[in-house]
Nanobody
Framework: QLQASGGGLVQAGGSLRLSCAAS????????MGWFRQAPGKEREFVAA????????LYADSVKGRFTISRDNTKNTVYLQMNGLKPEDTAVYYC???????????????WGQGTQVTVSS
């Protein structure tokens, strides 16, 4: 089970840190990703990292502004979001997968989502 938190309302240029806590003792077996879905749009890939956290991948739209990380001792993955823009407004979802491409949508487990709203 994945529980995302940390969303909220922020002004453009501001920062937020999303957290995703995973239950269970096998967290380190899974690659983790963040996706987002804006109103009227399809869900899209944001960022992901492999099981150890040593390899990361970002969508071009967030590269240089967002940082994904994980703490396997706390069963938690984070998404630090800096320089937020109104176009970053969306529901953000965390997800976990056992294998496969980090950028692909077919993750095995999904969290419930947390709303991020960036005002201009």
């Amino acid at each position: 089970q994945l529980q995302a938190s940390g969303g909220g309302l922020v002004q453009a240029g501001g920062s937020l840190r999303l957290s995703c806590a995973a239950s269970g003792r096998t967290f380190s077996r899974y690659a983790m990703g963040w996706f987002r879905q804006a109103p009227g749009k399809e869900r899209e890939f944001v960022a992901a990292l492999n099981k150890s956290g040593g390899s990361t991948l970002y969508a071009d739209s967030v590269k240089g502004r967002f940082t994904i990380s994980r703490d396997n001792t706390k069963n938690t993955v984070y998404l630090q979001m800096n320089g937020l823009k109104p176009e970053d407004t969306a529901v953000y979802y965390c997800a976990a997968r056992d294998s496969g491409p980090l950028y692909s949508m077919d993750y095995d487990y999904w969290g419930q989502g947390t709303q991020v709203t960036v005002s201009s």
